[in-house]
């Protein structure tokens, strides 16, 4: 039998597969479903001081190679997740992740000061790099106040804490990027939010496809999955090694999951997939990233991890 089981800051999780951030978790029906599923994981989603209401609709669309959206931070307030919390730990075992996305630092401090003390969350997941909000760049393309942020928060969180990092496209970049985090008490990054301010239109009908930002949005799904994979992979070989690495973007299938784990992946998240799919994804990603490496004759992700190959 091949052995998908991983760990992510030392908590144990039963398979390689879990939510990305981002559809179908905003809501305690959507985490309970989640609770009930095949994703080792409950993560939520990106969590803000106040509640959102979000980016006016249509704000996604699916398309033939991945997904585009602008939903605008839609949430019930991070103190919604904290009670969430108790409430999803009578329906399962598996570990709750929280992401938190605030709109200034002080309020990602008090966020995470407040998600710290919550004895059924996990680990924390900071995102900084929402590309949708009105007015707000991705602050992990700003390297002063990635600085002064991973500086201040550390101070504050006591869980377990993941960065959730947009692409980046240049070596200079992520070297910049991966100095400043192995600077940090960080457990993992997850890598990478969807690709910021694409523009996806309809030629026949002359149009964009989504409203917010004249349609411009953050670009998902099979689109990505080569610049995921680089970020990753990047990464991995930039980090500390006690920082762990997280894949998201494109995973649709085992083969995907498979990739992500040669360029040394500890884990994989999914969201266009989920979004399209509903829970039942992570059920038949394990049977195929499990079949993918039964063919191969490998038993354990350890096997895979990190040993892609290069000319
Ligand atoms: O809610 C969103 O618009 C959103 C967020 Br917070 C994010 O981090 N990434 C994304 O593609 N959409």
Not at 13 to 29: D, I, R, V
């Amino acid at each position: 039998m091949v052995n998908l089981k991983t760990s992510i800051a030392g908590i144990p999780l039963e398979s390689y597969f879990f939510n990305a951030s981002g559809p179908k978790c905003m809501t305690l029906e959507e985490l309970l479903a989640l609770a009930a599923s095949n994703s080792a994981v409950v993560m939520s989603k990106s969590s803000t001081f106040e509640p959102r209401e979000g980016n006016p609709e249509p704000r996604y669309c699916n398309l033939e190679f991945g997904s585009i959206n602008s939903m605008g931070l839609p949430n019930l307030g991070y103190k919604k997740y904290a009670e969430f919390a108790p409430l999803l730990k009578v329906q399962t075992t598996k570990p709750y992740f929280v992401s938190v996305s605030g709109l200034k630092l002080a309020e990602n401090m008090e966020m995470l000061k407040y998600l710290s003390e919550i004895k059924d969350i996990d680990a924390l997941e900071l995102n900084l790099s929402c590309p949708n909000v009105i007015g707000k760049p991705q602050i992990c393309y700003d390297f002063d106040q990635t600085r002064e942020v991973l500086r201040e928060i550390e101070k504050v969180a006591k869980k377990p804490l993941g960065l959730k990092l947009p692409p980046y496209f240049d070596f200079v970049h992520f070297e910049e990027a991966a100095s400043i985090i192995n600077k940090h008490n960080i457990a993992f990054v997850t890598c990478i939010n969807s690709v910021g301010n694409a523009l996806f239109i309809d030629p026949e009908k002359e149009v964009v496809v989504i409203k917010p930002k004249g349609g411009f949005g953050g670009l998902g799904g099979a689109y990505i999955k080569p610049i995921a994979l680089a970020n990753v992979r990047k990464f991995r070989e930039l980090l500390r090694k006690e920082i762990q690495v997280i894949g998201v973007g494109g995973v649709d299938t085992g083969v995907d999951a498979f990739e992500f784990l040669l360029c040394g992946a500890d884990a994989v998240q999914v969201g266009t997939t989920f979004q399209k799919e509903g829970v039942k994804c992570f059920a038949r990603l394990e049977t195929e990233l499990k079949a993918y490496m039964f063919q191969k004759g490998y038993d354990d992700i350890s096997d895979v991890k990190g040993k892609l190959k290069t000319l």
